[in-house]
């Protein structure tokens, strides 16, 4: 059984900045991506910012220059770092990662979702 649970999301003023986490825990042999997708309403979930395991990264770019993500491998976290944030960035907030988990037949990678944090930013 593998949970991934995000805080660190709110309300705040335009221009401002937040600070997400998204912690996976259980039975975790490796973990690939990791990522930050978000979702506004009445759109389809998208995209924010994404991670390797080695660290490489990528940006939609609607939040190039003002997002920053960034993993602790050792603590199975990854961050999304929020700022000079705009009221079109109000969304929830998804956490994701391609994590592989030990069965007695082998290894097997899945896509795990956690259950989303809002965030709102005011004009």
């Known amino acids: 059984q593998v949970q991934l649970v995000e805080s660190g999301g709110g309300l705040v003023q335009a221009g401002g900045s937040l600070r997400l986490s998204c912690a996976a825990s259980?039975?975790?042999?490796?973990?690939?991506?990791m990522g930050w997708y978000r979702q506004a309403p009445g759109k389809q979930r998208e995209l924010v910012a994404a991670?390797?395991?080695?660290?490489?990264?990528n940006y939609a770019d609607s939040v190039k220059g003002r997002f920053t993500i960034s993993r602790d491998n050792a603590k199975n976290t990854v961050y999304l770092q929020m700022n000079s944030l705009k009221p079109e960035d109000t969304a929830v907030y998804y956490c994701?990662?391609?994590?592989?988990?030990?069965?007695?037949?082998?290894?097997?990678?899945?896509?795990?979702w956690g259950k989303g944090t809002l965030v709102t930013v005011s004009s």
């Open positions: 994701n990662a391609l994590i592989e988990t030990r069965w007695v037949t082998g290894t097997y990678g899945m896509d795990y």
């Open positions: 259980g039975s975790i042999f490796s973990i690939n991506a």
């Open positions: 991670i390797t395991s080695g660290g490489s990264t």
